[in-house]
């Protein structure tokens, strides 16, 4: 009688609780210390924290410190710049939280919901998989990652006033769920299905207002930043961030859209193919709780979650893997909202199938072992950036798009209003053809101290007026060639 009542008492489940999640963050910990060591950036954290070091330095957001993603990652950066002095261990700090915070929070939806510690950490592990190691994470600096996890931290959040009903928590939910779309804005469709989830689940006119109020709190908080900034002209960013939003509208060519076909097929590929089991007992769970009228709400919000995820990379004209990652993070958290539904009508009904389903799906996950490796190496300078230390108040420039990280190794910044020549923004639209004329004005009138380059230039500084600029202005002084990557230049101004 004292083991059963142990095990049904609030202070052991309590344990549990914080024992999986303990174990899904350092699950996830591990697959990402497995792929990424400090000092590791490619083109888009290469890029997004240049930005932010050029705001923190005093430049403008969306003036002369230019990207077309919304500020909520750049200000994140900022954050972690201001809180970890060394740069490079800030970006690699933010990078982990997000993934342990995502862990922790994917754990805790999958234990209230299926109310079974085994189910849930089995689910939770495969979530932890393909959240982080299964996913184009790069270096876990794409807005991705971030949006998707404010709208998971929320629907935590959502879990727990489900079964405390404790309003201040689901006011936290729609406050999470509101910060995601300032990270992307393909987001806005993810925080409206949030909301909505949030929203049925309130009877009184007030909470509701208090709910939509308490989501736009991040808007506001943004919104006052951008108008608060503003360049040597008084020009505000928050103008510059509404044209970003226009070029977002305009820029993209049509004849560069990947088919929906291929999109799909890469979905299933990387995805579907080892959760087709899941799949179906989320159909069947759907099907089985629509005979329930109070359960609409639940069944279609959470299908609008999932299918929202999925809008990320269907309206994309690109097909870069990171643009899958919140389907692949929100999978397992829609299984377990409808899980969650499905069990209080049929109490353990389908508890067995899913163990079994998970167990097949963790077992035949990869036909190679996960290689965990947790020898972590001290971020090292290399040569370039010992040298380019050794001048603080220069300036740089970056022809070569994936060595972006340079800016914050070194702490240079960049006297264009781009920090690396991104092919995508130097198209031949006419948006493209502007950005050549402007990038071209700033490089040849204010000349930065400082040029990296690969054993090639990029594909804007091809057409430049003058297409030996760099080699009648600069000198190439350094070089950093490694076996497995290509090499990098470093040339400084004559």
């Known amino acids: 009688?004292?083991?059963?009542?142990?095990?049904?008492?609030?202070?052991?489940?309590?344990?549990?609780?914080?024992?999986?999640?303990?174990?899904?963050?350092?699950?996830?910990?591990?697959?990402?210390?497995?792929?990424?060591?400090?000092?590791?950036?490619?083109?888009?954290?290469?890029?997004?924290?240049?930005?932010?070091?050029?705001?923190?330095?005093?430049?403008?957001?969306?003036?002369?410190?230019?990207?077309?993603?919304?500020?909520?990652?750049?200000?994140?950066?900022?954050?972690?710049?201001?809180?970890?002095?060394?740069?490079?261990?800030?970006?690699?700090?933010?990078?982990?939280?997000?993934?342990?915070?995502?862990a922790a929070c994917q754990f805790y939806i999958l234990y209230r919901q299926t109310e079974t510690f085994g189910l849930s950490l089995i689910i939770a592990i495969i979530a932890s998989y393909f959240t982080v190691y299964k996913n184009n994470i790069a270096e876990g600096l794409v807005t991705e990652i971030y949006g998707s996890a404010c709208i998971i931290v929320g629907i935590a959040a959502y879990t727990h006033y489900m079964h405390h009903k404790q309003f201040r928590m689901l006011l936290l939910g729609a406050c999470s769920v509101g910060a995601s779309f300032w990270f992307k804005e393909p987001f806005l469709l993810l925080y409206i299905a949030a909301m909505i989830m949030f929203l049925l689940q309130l009877k009184q006119g007030h909470e509701r207002i208090k709910l939509i109020a308490s989501s736009l709190i991040p808007s506001v908080i943004c919104l006052i930043l951008l108008s608060m900034s503003t360049d040597k002209n008084g020009q505000h960013a928050l103008h510059g961030f509404i044209e970003s939003i226009q070029?977002?509208?305009?820029?993209?060519?049509?004849?560069?859209?990947?088919?929906?076909?291929?999109?799909?097929?890469?979905?299933?590929?990387?995805?579907?193919?080892?959760?087709?089991?899941?799949?179906?007992?989320?159909?069947?769970?759907?099907?089985k709780l629509l005979f329930q009228k109070q359960l609409y709400g639940t069944v279609i919000s959470a299908w609008f979650i999932l299918f929202a995820s999925a809008f990320i990379f269907i309206s994309s004209p690109y097909n870069f893997g990171h643009y899958y990652y919140p389907f692949f993070a929100l999978f397992y958290v829609v299984f377990a909202l409808l899980y969650g539904?499905?069990?209080?009508?049929?109490?353990?009904?389908?508890?067995?199938?899913?163990?079994?389903?998970?167990?097949?799906?963790?077992?035949?996950?990869?036909?190679?072992?996960?290689?965990?490796?947790?020898?972590?190496?001290?971020?090292?300078?290399?040569?370039?950036?010992?040298?380019?230390?050794?001048?603080?108040?220069?300036?740089?420039?970056?022809?070569?798009?994936?060595?972006?990280?340079?800016?914050?190794?070194?702490?240079?910044?960049?006297?264009t209003f781009l920090p690396v020549a991104l092919q995508v923004h130097f198209n031949e639209s006419a948006q493209g053809l502007q950005n050549r004329t402007r990038i071209w004005k700033e490089l040849s009138e204010h000349k930065p101290d400082f040029l990296i380059t690969t054993h090639t230039t990029s594909y804007f500084?091809?057409?430049?007026?003058?297409?030996?600029?760099?080699?009648?202005?600069?000198?190439?002084?350094?070089?950093?060639?490694?076996?497995?990557?290509?090499?990098?230049?470093?040339?400084?101004?004559k």
């Open 1 to 102: 009688m004292q083991k059963i009542f142990l095990s049904n008492s609030p202070s052991y489940k309590v344990h549990k609780l914080y024992f999986g999640a303990l174990a899904n963050m350092a699950f996830a910990l591990g697959l990402f210390m497995a792929m990424i060591q400090p000092g590791v950036l490619y083109t888009d954290g290469g890029i997004f924290s240049a930005i932010a070091l050029k705001d923190l330095q005093g430049g403008t957001l969306y003036l002369n410190a230019w990207e077309n993603k919304p500020p909520g990652l750049f200000y994140l950066i900022e954050l972690f710049y201001l809180i970890i002095p060394n740069h490079v261990y800030a970006l690699y700090a933010l990078a982990i939280s997000v993934f342990l915070v995502t």
């Open 247 to 287: 070029y977002n509208l305009s820029y993209v060519q049509s004849d560069q859209i990947i088919a929906l076909k291929t999109k799909i097929n890469d979905l299933y590929e990387h995805l579907l193919t080892y959760a087709v089991g899941l799949l179906f007992i989320m159909i069947y769970m759907s099907y």
């Open 341 to 415: 539904a499905f069990n209080q009508q049929y109490k353990n009904a389908l508890m067995f199938t899913v163990v079994v389903l998970g167990l097949i799906q963790m077992f035949n996950i990869d036909k190679q072992p996960i290689k965990l490796n947790y020898d972590l190496q001290p971020y090292q300078e290399d040569n370039i950036v010992k040298t380019l230390k050794k001048h603080p108040n220069k300036t740089l420039f970056i022809d070569y798009v994936d060595k972006g990280g340079y800016y914050v190794k070194s702490g240079l910044s960049y006297p």
């Open 461 to 493: 500084s091809w057409f430049l007026p003058d297409p030996d600029f760099y080699k009648s202005n600069y000198t190439k002084i350094d070089s950093v060639i490694k076996a497995d990557d290509n090499p990098v230049f470093l040339w400084q101004l």
